[in-house]
């Protein structure tokens, strides 16, 4: 088990890491704002792994908690970016 959560982790990096690249070369705000969700999902997914590893049942509330405030920040986020226009 913990053999594939460490390869999650690994590929979770990996996807962060591309996402870094994608955010330097990015051609507009919207395709930044799309891997700034990426890589937020991704610390959270990190922060997933890790409390299966420790079985600490905290960091499942904190996911919660984070996941609420990703999501409405995309909503936000979208919102600005079609100017209100729905």
């Known amino acids: 088990m913990t053999g594939l959560v460490v390869a ?3 590929v979770v990096i990996i996807s ?4 870094s690249v994608q955010i330097a070369r990015g051609p507009d705000d919207a395709t930044r ?3 700034g969700d ?3 999902f991704c610390a959270t997914a990190v922060f997933v792994l890790v409390g299966v590893v420790s079985s600490t049942a905290v960091l499942y509330d904190v996911v919660l908690l984070a996941t609420l405030c990703g ?3 995309t909503a936000a986020l979208a919102r600005m970016l079609t100017r209100g226009d729905r």
């Open 33 to 35: 704002a799309v891997v």
């Open 16 to 19: 962060s890491a591309l996402g």
């Open 71 to 73: 999501i409405l920040a």
């Open 8 to 10: 999650a982790i690994v």
């Open 38 to 40: 990426l890589l937020f």
